[in-house]
Nanobody, 127 residues
Framework: VQLQASGGGLVQAGGSMTLSCAASGFTFASDSYVIGWFRQAPGKAREGVSC????????NYADSVKGRFTASRDKAKNTVYLQMNHLKPEDTAVYSCATLRGFHCTPYYSDYDWTTWGQGTQVTVSS
């Protein structure tokens, strides 16, 4: 199982950006995996941003991004996305995706023992 994250960059406050996380080694349509988005800003602990399951409709979001970020998936492409709108300077961080087999997207996803991580992608929001 591997994950490939992409889509970071520099954006002005109030702008939008979409991150992608392409998965290989398992199939969204038939396998049960939860995929999480996380971020880590300099000097801060890693924070769970969102989670989505490979083939059910449950999603969860951190309070800090609710109403601004939306997770989605494309089963045909085996890819999950994180659409980020109304970005704020405090959203600046390295964003990573991770996956775990057999778990669902619950409000406790940040506590899971995530087994596979994609490389991080830098998101910088300028004020």
């Amino acid at each position: 199982v591997q994950l490939q994250a992409s889509g970071g960059g520099l954006v002005q406050a109030g702008g939008s950006m979409t991150l992608s996380c392409a998965a290989s080694g398992f199939t969204f349509a038939s396998d049960s995996y939860v995929i999480g988005w996380f971020r880590q800003a300099p000097g801060k602990a890693r924070e769970g941003v969102s989670c989505i399951h490979s083939n059910d409709e449950r999603m969860n979001y951190a309070d800090s991004v609710k109403g601004r970020f939306t997770a989605s998936r494309d089963k045909a492409k085996n890819t999950v996305y994180l659409q980020m709108n109304h970005l704020k300077p405090e959203d600046t961080a390295v964003y990573s995706c991770a996956t775990l087999r057999g778990f669902h997207c619950t409000p406790y996803y940040s506590d899971y023992d995530w087994t596979t991580w994609g490389q991080g992608t830098q998101v910088t929001v300028s004020s």
